[in-house]
């Protein structure tokens, strides 16, 4: 990380990050509160939008200036 941070701040990142690091993230109800549905796994959520997402494809070339 050194190019991106200083060595402090890294160093607080880390020891932040060790300190959390096995403990369970805190469960709220926001995505529910937020969204009007319960919070689904990205499995689930895969499985409840097959074939209904349109596959991402390459955006089409910028058309050439006229001449």
Known sequence: M???VSE???EGLLG???STDGSPAEV???TENLTGHRA???AARGRG???R???LTRPPA???PPP
């Open 28 to 30: 709220t109800g926001e």
């Open 49 to 51: 939008t097959r074939g």
């Open 2 to 4: 050194a190019p991106y």
């Open 16 to 18: 932040y990050w060790a």
């Open 8 to 10: 402090g701040i890294a």
């Open 53 to 55: 997402v349109p596959r």
């Open 62 to 64: 910028p058309a050439a």
């Open 40 to 42: 689904r796994t990205f």
